[in-house]
């Protein structure tokens, strides 16, 4: 569709699309479902549990680790090695602190979302540090099930944690984008999640729009690193056809992205979109230079995005069967 003479709101916010597509838009943040009655007092409990498994972790002490899990509940190492119940997941762990005097372990959690009022996911990496030896980090998923009041897991799986490849040197100053976002206006809502690939050489992305309450488009994009043309570059599309790139450069705490598209009518479009970072939980957006169809554009004047959740704390808590 032409990007001029908006007469309506959605034509209003399908101009802001066409800028927000061409650049680094994300993936659908996760949200609490809607049966969920209180979900600030369910992440508080988990919270809580986690750090009551860190702290009997590092004691050593198995059957409280154990206690944890529900009388099903799987653990699966990195190796794949897989134990089955709690009765079994705590003869394990007698035998492996037995083995391993001192363990220390630490978690930070990257996302953490709840399917039901009674299921949770959660997503991060867990570090157990050896006495006088190099620290060992894992990925791991776990899922919780809710009994009575309180949260059992259900399933913890551990993988190692990948190698990082040497693009990420070169994409790490957009680290602070990684996690939700939400630019909200009275006409539209864009939600936004930025996630790495698996061994960080890319930024993986998707994102939703909804126009007054309905969705009206999604798509996916990727950021990385050109080692050819030594520069950063994206590649975004869209669900009604367009597709897209984008050259970066940064210059102090602002990233310009001189980007072009094509609509899914054939129509090229193009803009400098420029993201300024503001602190952890903020950035502004604003993209000027706007042409569609050989025809300039006004200007997207600032706005501000915010995170969905305050960023993420290094902090100690989590999971395992390290």
Excluded: C
């Amino acid at each position: 569709m032409a990007l001029r003479n908006y007469e309506h709101p959605e034509e209003r916010a399908m101009a802001k699309i066409l800028v927000i597509v061409t650049i680094l838009v994300a993936i659908l943040a996760p949200a609490a479902s809607e049966g969920q009655q209180n979900p600030t007092a369910d992440e508080d409990a988990i919270k809580q549990a986690v750090q009551s498994y860190v702290e009997a972790y590092n004691r050593g002490d198995a059957a409280a680790v154990a206690a944890h899990w529900s009388d099903d509940g799987e653990y699966v190492s990195p190796s794949g090695e897989s134990f089955k119940g709690r009765k079994k997941i705590e003869a394990a762990l007698k035998a492996f602190f037995k083995e391993n005097q001192g363990l220390q372990l630490q978690v930070t959690t990257a996302s953490l979302t709840f399917p039901s009022r009674t299921r949770a996911a959660e997503t991060g990496t867990a570090v157990v540090t050896r006495p006088g030896q190099t620290p060992e980090e894992t990925r791991y998923a776990a899922t919780y099930v809710k009994k009575g009041a309180q949260w059992k897991l259900t399933s913890v799986k551990e993988e190692e944690a990948p190698v990082i490849a040497p693009s990420y040197e070169h994409l790490k100053d957009l680290e602070w984008l990684i996690g939700e976002w939400t630019d909200t206006d009275e006409h539209s809502t864009v939600e936004t999640t930025y996630q790495w690939a698996r061994d960080k050489s890319f930024i993986t992305s998707s994102f939703t729009v909804n126009v007054q309450g309905r969705l009206n488009i999604e798509g996916a994009q990727v950021i990385g690193w050109d080692p050819v043309k030594k520069t950063i570059r994206s590649w975004v599309f869209d669900s009604h056809g367009g597709f897209g790139e984008g050259v970066w450069t940064k210059q102090g705490n602002q990233w310009q992205a001189k980007s072009s598209i094509v609509l899914a009518s054939g129509e090229k479009a193009s803009a400098i979109n420029i993201f300024t970072h503001v602190d952890d939980n903020t950035f502004t957006f604003q993209s000027i230079g706007r042409e569609a169809g050989g025809e300039l554009l006004p200007n997207i004047e600032e706005v501000t995005v915010v995170r969905k959740q305050p960023a993420p704390q290094p902090a100690t808590s989590k999971r395992g069967g390290r």
